[in-house]
Nanobody, 119 residues
Framework: QVRLEESGGGLVQAGGSLRLSCAASGRISSSAWFRQAPGKDREFVAAIRWGGGDTWYGNPAKGRFTIARDNAKNTMYLQMNSLKPEDTAVYYC???????????????WGRGTQVTVSS
């Protein structure tokens, strides 16, 4: 399994932006961002296939977040704009989908990074 490490979380005011990074220990073919708020289920945010760069977005991310990858650095990014208090959650990166990209069936997971959006 590939090791993943997220970074870039923090506290931001509503309307602000953050960029999350996920560094992988090796090459991967697919990866995604999920998030989990207290008391809620883990939620799909965005996914990307590294070969062709195809992307998918969950409803919370559409129009505000952008997923990208740097193959040379084995690093995935999530640019988050127009942040809202309801975006507050722990954000996890995941690699190597076991099924549909929007399902949490990935073989490798990071430890997560906290994103807090104040109103």
């Amino acid at each position: 399994q590939v090791r993943l490490e997220e970074s870039g979380g923090g506290l931001v005011q509503a309307g602000g932006s953050l960029r999350l990074s996920c560094a992988a220990s090796g090459r991967i073919s697919s990866s995604a961002w999920f998030r989990q708020a207290p008391g809620k289920d883990r939620e799909f945010v965005a996914a990307i296939r590294w070969g062709g760069g195809d992307t998918w977005y969950g409803n919370p991310a559409k129009g505000r977040f952008t997923i990208a990858r740097d193959n040379a650095k084995n690093t995935m990014y999530l640019q988050m704009n127009s942040l809202k208090p309801e975006d507050t959650a722990v954000y996890y990166c995941a690699a190597e989908a076991g099924g549909r990209l929007e399902e949490p069936t990935y073989s490798s997971w990071g430890r997560g990074t906290q994103v807090t959006v104040s109103s």
